[in-house]
Each structure stands twice: as structure tokens, then as C-alpha cells.
């Protein structure tokens, strides 16, 4: 079992219109949690990053909100884009392992005119 | 672009052969990490080079090893190919110090063994 779930599997939404992707783990301790944008074909690109005392950090029309009494951290866009259209992945840093990065298996989003 | 290179963009090879991939990391990195990514999947961890010593590793085979060179560049071998090690190959570069280290990832080799 993933010790980094995410949901939806996919998503489609209209241009301009807002989307809230979900992140739940298991991985614990941990130090930091992250989110990387991932193009087709492409290396991961990092979004936010949080540490387990952060409850939000925004990078522009993205906004990454960490709730660590749940274990759950989510990833909301606003006013989507074409370019936004990507894969979404949720990252945990596991605390004393060395700043090795547990990947969830994403969320691919997919924006529409 | 975040200053890490991958070398070849794409290879092809068959099944119980060897390959080699390459990765060039951010000026001033020490450190290099390398994930599987299989199609549809999130990064895997295979190991993480430190100084030019591994001290991390994913589960994966002793038939996956590395190497990292006094210039912080680094190579992923893979010994006796198999199919499902059909990939994406990424390493990521940071330079290890206090606090949260940002990783930065190079675009990746795709591997297709046949």
C-alpha cells in the first residue's frame, strides 16, 4: 500500500475555473511536505513546500494547505490555465531517512478551453 | 530549467543487457538522488549519493548501482536489464546543508528494454 495516496486519479475542468486536489499519508515522522508539478515526459517541478508546523504556502495561483493532526494536505489552483494541464504529485520527506522523498502516484490534471 | 542534465534523453535496450545513464547536477550540489518513475506512477527512490558515498537506498536490486564523481556529476547502471525495468530514470540534485534542502530534477531518461 502507497504510503502517499492521492485523489482524484485524474481531473478535467474548464479554463478559468478553480480545482482542489487531495493528498492523504501514512509516512511518519516527517519533516517536510511538497508539491511537484510534473509535465508529460518531464522531471518534477516543485510547487510548495511546507514543514509539519506550516499549515499553508501559496506560489502564486497555487495554494497548498497542510492539516498534520490528519495527515492530509491539499493543493488548490485558481483560475486555471491551459499550461496547467500536468501531473500533480504529492511528496513526503521522511524524517531521519536521510531527505529521501516518498512520491505519491499523482493527480493528472488536464485544463480545457 | 533547473540546471540538472540527463544524458541520453532516450534509449532503447534489450533484455539482459547493461546500460549506463548519466546525470549532471546543479553547480554546487553535493548531493544526487535517482528515482524509477514507471508509466502512470509516482518517482520510486533507488539511492542517493552523498560525496561520492551512497547513504540511502530505495528497495531495489544490487544490480542497480551507482556512481557519483568528485565534480558532483553521477551515473545510474542497471546490470542484466529486465523488462518491467522499462522507465522513466530521474535524479534530482540538491546541496545538503541545514534546514529543508529543495531537490531539483533533470528532465529524465526514458529507458524501453525489449
Known sequence: KNQVEQSPQSLI??????????????VSPFSNLRWYKQD?????????????SENTKS??????????DTKQSSLHITASQL???ASYICVVNVTGGGNK????????????? | ????????????????????????????????SWYQQALGQGPQFIFQYYREEENGRGNFPPRFS??????????????ALELDDSALY?????????????????????????
Not at chain 2, 73 to 79: K, R
Open chain 1, 13 to 26: 475542468i474548464l479554463e478559468g475555473k478553480n480545482c482542489t486536489l487531495q493528498c492523504n499519508y501514512t
Open chain 1, 40 to 52: 508529460t515526459g518531464r522531471g518534477p517541478v516543485s510547487l510548495t513546500i511546507m514543514t509539519f
Open chain 1, 59 to 68: 506560489n502564486g495561483r497555487y495554494t497548498a494547505t497542510l492539516d498534520a
Open chain 1, 83 to 85: 499550461s496547467d494541464s
Open chain 1, 101 to 113: 522523498l516518498t512520491f505519491g502516484t499523482g493527480t493528472q490534471l488536464k485544463v480545457e478551453l
Open chain 2, 1 to 32: 530549467e533547473t540546471g540538472v542534465t540527463q544524458s541520453p534523453t532516450h534509449l532503447i535496450k534489450t533484455r539482459g543487457q547493461q546500460v549506463t545513464l548519466r546525470c549532471s547536477s546543479q553547480s554546487g550540489h553535493n548531493t544526487v
Open chain 2, 66 to 79: 551507482g556512481l557519483q564523481f568528485p565534480n558532483y556529476s553521477s551515473e545510474l547502471n542497471v546490470n
Open chain 2, 90 to 114: 530521474l535524479c534530482a540534485s540538491r546541496l545538503t546543508s541545514g534546514g529543508i534542502n529543495e531537490q531539483f530534477f533533470g528532465p529524465g531518461t526514458r529507458l524501453t528494454v525489449l
